[in-house]
């Protein structure tokens, strides 16, 4: 029988993770982050990208739905509050919305989610499943991809300042205000995660549950070069830049 | 092909369910209000029910997880937010172990829902499952039983005072502020059954929702009566008057 590992030794795993598959590291972060993105493919990514934004709440509720701790509930509770809002115009999906409208898109539109890609929808939905089915230690786990925001979400924020007339203190308000809730988030999963995760199997269950997570956001971006870098096909009924909706 | 109703025939329809179903008729309601229980009697009562109120969140958090409106999942939320509180010794959960504690139970031992009955588990695990898997407006419509709710915490409130020396405004303080939580819970459900049961099925799923929740209430009756009344076979495993546990 294999010995379980330390907690440490599991951290340093798990960070090692986002060092090698975090989305931060595709292709279409690249071309985004260095300001070589053209509207259209800016307008791509913003509104594929609220679909994500869209389903994080349901993701976070199923969550909850399964703990049987208050506190634990309680604690996570704060997630949809983040991204809910206490009120219309109020949250995370809505300072989305913002974005989505400050690069020319619009909210009806984007909130129809009617022009996302499919295979989006297919991770994303993948994602809600998989927080909803297995082991709550693993769906935990799979939030801890915020250990690897904060970088992300810095850098975004100066380089789209920097390469796009669209990025405003308005605009960039979804990132400046994650970069204050990531953190308090991911350091209650990571002590959850290091706690709770004491046999090999469920060591190895959080591991790949946090490579699943960043499969799921690699793929995302993946189908956003495949549809409007190179090659360049948009699949049917997908948003094509320029067109009306 | 039948013609939908009109909403407010549907609510007439719904009310009827609780005229009809609701748990305040069944004979182990009757003799709680009655007096007539002994205090072993009334701890199996608080301490099963407790497990009921314990699923409460998860069973409105497995609601919120589908549902794709930001402003009906805020409303939703409210829900968890009354039962989980905002921090330790708040919410609907802890008003109900302060009625254990007032009974004689421990606390411990309550939260561990050890002693719970296995037909209450069925029953109220049921509910959980029905509320994530049947379509929305079902699940909306079973916490329709809160139309029915206030009446029977009104005159539990005034019985369970006048004949049980546990009863203190302490104790009674969870029924004391459902009065105050659940109408604007079932004004809210209700206006959205109304709303979002249109067709023929979808109607008469609403009703067959209600009478699931109803039936589900007295299951729990039914199991409290024969284990703790009569005939009195206390199953295994389950409660006992008057041994600790």
Same mark, same amino acid.
């Given at each position: 029988?294999?010995? @379980?590992?330390?907690? $440490?030794?599991?951290?340093?795993?798990?960070?090692?993770?986002?060092?090698?598959?975090?989305?931060? !590291?595709?292709?279409?972060?690249?071309?985004?982050?260095?300001?070589?993105?053209?509207?259209?493919?800016?307008?791509?990514?913003?509104? &594929?990208?609220?679909?994500?934004?869209?389903?994080?709440?349901?993701?976070? +509720?199923?969550?909850?739905?399964?703990?049987?701790?208050?506190?634990? !509930?309680?604690?996570?509770?704060?997630?949809?509050?983040?991204?809910?809002?206490?009120?219309?115009?109020?949250?995370?999906?809505?300072?989305?919305?913002?974005? +989505?409208?400050?690069?020319?898109? $619009?909210?009806?539109?984007?909130?129809?989610?009617?022009?996302?890609?499919?295979?989006?929808?297919?991770?994303? $939905?993948?994602?809600?499943?998989?927080?909803?089915?297995?082991?709550?230690?693993?769906?935990?786990?799979?939030?801890?991809?915020?250990?690897?925001?904060?970088?992300?979400?810095?850098?975004?924020?100066?380089?789209?300042?920097?390469?796009?007339?669209?990025? &405003?203190?308005?605009?960039?308000?979804?990132? &400046?205000?994650?970069?204050?809730? +990531?953190?308090?988030?991911?350091?209650?999963?990571?002590?959850?995660?290091?706690?709770?995760?004491?046999?090999?199997?469920?060591?190895?269950?959080?591991?790949?549950?946090?490579?699943?997570?960043?499969?799921?956001?690699? +793929?995302?971006?993946?189908?956003?070069?495949?549809?409007?870098?190179?090659?360049?096909?948009?699949?049917?009924?997908?948003?094509? @830049?320029?067109?009306?909706?």
């Amino acid at each position: 029988m294999s010995q @379980p590992m330390s907690a $440490d030794e599991l951290e340093r795993r798990l960070r090692a993770i986002g060092a090698e598959r975090y989305h931060d !590291r595709h292709p279409f972060h690249t071309l985004l982050h260095g300001g070589r993105l053209d509207k259209g493919q800016v307008q791509a990514w913003v509104l &594929n990208r609220y679909y994500y934004q869209s389903r994080i709440p349901m993701k976070d +509720a199923a969550l909850i739905s399964r703990v049987e701790d208050p506190a634990l !509930r309680r604690q996570w509770r704060g997630r949809i509050v983040d991204h809910d809002g206490c009120g219309p115009g109020d949250g995370g999906i809505e300072r989305w919305l913002v974005l +989505a409208e400050g690069v020319g898109l $619009d909210r009806a539109y984007v909130m129809s989610t009617a022009g996302v890609l499919a295979a989006t929808r297919f991770a994303v $939905d993948a994602y809600v499943r998989f927080v909803r089915e297995r082991p709550l230690v693993e769906a935990v786990a799979s939030s801890l991809t915020e250990l690897f925001a904060p970088a992300i979400h810095r850098e975004r924020i100066a380089s789209l300042l920097e390469h796009y007339d669209f990025a &405003n203190e308005k605009t960039m308000a979804y990132f &400046n205000r994650r970069l204050e809730e +990531a953190p308090k988030d991911v350091e209650f999963g990571l002590d959850y995660v290091r706690r709770e995760a004491r046999t090999p199997e469920q060591q190895q269950g959080v591991i790949d549950a946090l490579i699943f997570k960043t499969d799921m956001l690699w +793929a995302q971006l993946d189908a956003l070069y495949a549809a409007y870098v190179e090659p360049g096909h948009i699949p049917p009924g997908a948003f094509v @830049p320029g067109k009306d909706p």
